[in-house]
């Protein structure tokens, strides 16, 4: 079982920048994949970004150029710097765990909230 805690949501205005952080602690295997997602009201949940240990990167259409994601090894935390924020990014972020070896394992933060204000 991994644990995962997210921090850094907030009230914020058109424009503005925000820093998400996700620890993750218990069962953690050396070879995983993080990832935010995030649902708005009325919406389905969607891939923001998302990184494995190796770095590699994946984003949605939507937040590339403005987002990025990155990850300490060492302290098994991810974060997302969240730039040029517009009000359709306002949405409940999460965090995700997904790891294939020996099998497959996938755990989901409780969230943490994001509200851009036009």
């Known amino acids: 079982q991994v644990q995962l805690v997210e921090s850094g949501g907030a009230l914020v205005q058109a424009g503005g920048s925000l820093r998400l952080s996700c620890a993750a602690s218990?069962?953690?295997?050396?070879?995983?994949?993080m990832g935010w997602y995030r649902q708005a009201p009325g919406k389905q949940r969607e891939l923001v970004a998302s990184?494995?240990?190796?770095?590699?990167?994946n984003y949605a259409d939507s937040v590339k150029g403005r987002f990025n994601i990155s990850r300490d090894n060492a302290k098994n935390t991810v974060y997302l710097q969240m730039n040029s924020l517009k009000p359709e990014d306002t949405a409940v972020y999460y965090c995700?765990?997904?790891?294939?070896?020996?099998?497959?394992?996938?755990?989901w933060g409780k969230g943490t909230l994001v509200t851009v204000s036009s």
């Open positions: 995700r765990y997904q790891t294939y070896l020996p099998n497959y394992s996938n755990s």
């Open positions: 218990g069962s953690i295997r050396s070879i995983n994949t």
């Open positions: 990184i494995t240990t190796g770095s590699t990167t």
